[in-house]
């Protein structure tokens, strides 16, 4: 059952492997990720789900910083419960929902383990029943019974019982951590799992504690013991496997409805809506939270990206067994929309579970601008959804530095176009000057007979006519305006059905005629296109001789449609708050 992480696939060296290994999520082991950064050693960390966030325990941004640092994050169940005694109702209570509530502040737990130490056979099952991919007791080595190995081998005799030595006591000093890690190096290596709890500058107090100094001195110690073959490595480098999906303690019946699509419902109190989850824990320069600041409703949620090397800030659905994700067909047409504020970019996003029950990312969505009012963002995702496709999860990430507030959600059954247009030349990218004869060339897939040209110096804010009712030949001459800007963009339509269409994948840029090549000459401030001419008269870019007028495409500020390759997007602004 052992499929090796990433430490077995780069062919270690190493004959002795250590863990260190911090249980409960204890507020004392704050301090700890400074010591394993100045020594440059990872840990895993055992989370009790159900005391997160309360007195003495570490709170979910704690954790966050834990995974940011790179640090494995994996469960010890949800409230620290003798698991062996309890029916299975309970077990599986206790082992699936820990898991969950991780999976949804972002963490990528793939080990648990047992707490007490309290497992059987049916208690291993249910650990990989709920989506772990290893367990790990606090017995098996030495001094835990008189014929116990000194290391655990790698893989694991069980993947749902490695063994440990004794759990680090107050009694257990500098010397007697070394003696763990240097019997094992003696009898030929193995792997050694070193189990902590508090840590505190005096442990007169607690039995299952180590002091500060010591742990710092041993933590120095084991850094410098590469050259002679031994190496710190976490649970899951070692163990490996893929992050499965999200388990319910009571799974139900899936469904193709979107759960609690306006954030209403938070029935642990975690800070994060039922059937959502955050995205993963890249650093530590994101924040997520509920808010009262409501487009319906009572609640909201609000993230933050506070600096530009910071990984993404997001909201999905629950990536689980089917119980939150929607149940989805392949070919079938959906329309994801949401409403938010913000003072910064963000985008919509979807991912899809495969026939093999894991999830992958799949598409990402239009950037949306900031807006100030709450603004209705649609988005129709590409072309249906991909052969062997169970469940689909939307959701929404920051692109920018920033904040925003984001709330109801919802997911609709679409038709998907009769034809498509896709956009080949200009990309975006390019560098054109103003009176340049460029070649426009597009691929249709169906059938769309005439069509309409349309480009924007704003990155798609607003539109002006280069051309109507153009044969569909797959190529147009397009003289490039005199509208120097670093945001221009071309679009095509068709005169019939507007919804189908495409745009430069990306901003090009226009160069005036007198500019050197290089120069960074800022765009010119343009207002909205207003009255169209008369249709006799060219359109300004208009290609002379090529048929079709020009009408200003002029849109307003209550409404923005924009076509994209591969997918449709709307915005709709609303002129005030709802309630």
Known sequence: MWSGGSWAAEAP????????????????QRQVLDMLSATGLKATFFIISGRVGQSSYMTVDDLRRLAAAGHDVAGHSLNHAELAPMAPEGQRQEICEDRLRLLSWGMSPTSFAFPFGSNDLAVNQMAAACGYNAARDVRGLVDTCGSCPVAETIPPFDPYEIRTP????????????????????????????????????????????????????????????????TEVRTVRDIMGGEVRPAVHPVPKEPTDALKNPSLEDDANGDGVPDCWQLGPAETGAVRAERSAEAHTGTWSYRLERADASAGVASLQVLRDDGTCAPAVMPGQGKRVSVWYRSNTALYLEAAVKGADGMWKAWERGPSLPAAEAWTEATWELPMGLPAGVQG?????????????????????????????????????????????????????????????LAYSTDASAHWVSVATAVNNTGHFVWRVPDVPSHEAMLRIASTTDGAVSDM??????????????GTDEPPPVEEPPGKPPHDEVLGEGQAVGESGGCRGDATGTGHLALAVAGGLFALTRSRGRRK
């Open 13 to 28: 060296r190493a004959r002795t492997v250590v863990t260190l290994a911090f249980d409960d999520g204890l507020e004392e």
């Open 166 to 229: 004794a759990t680090v006591t107050r009694d257990d000093g500098l010397e007697q951590m070394k003696a763990w890690v240097t019997s094992a190096e003696e009898a030929g290596g193995g792997w050694v799992n070193v189990v902590f709890h508090f840590v505190e500058a005096d442990c007169s107090k607690r039995t299952y504690c180590v002091q500060a100094d010591v742990l710092r001195e041993f933590m120095g110690w084991l850094a410098q013991r590469a050259p002679m073959g």
């Open 392 to 452: 689909l999860s939307v959701g929404v990430a920051l692109d920018g530095v920033g904040w925003a507030l984001v709330d109801d959600f919802a997911l609709a059954d679409a038709v998907a176009p009769s034809a498509r247009l896709v956009l080949e030349a200009p990309k975006g990218g390019e560098t054109f000057v103003v009176g340049q004869e460029v070649d426009v060339k597009w691929s249709t897939l169906g059938e769309v007979g005439t069509l309409d």
């Open 504 to 517: 430069s994948d990306a901003p090009f840029r226009i160069q005036a005629a007198n500019s050197p090549p």
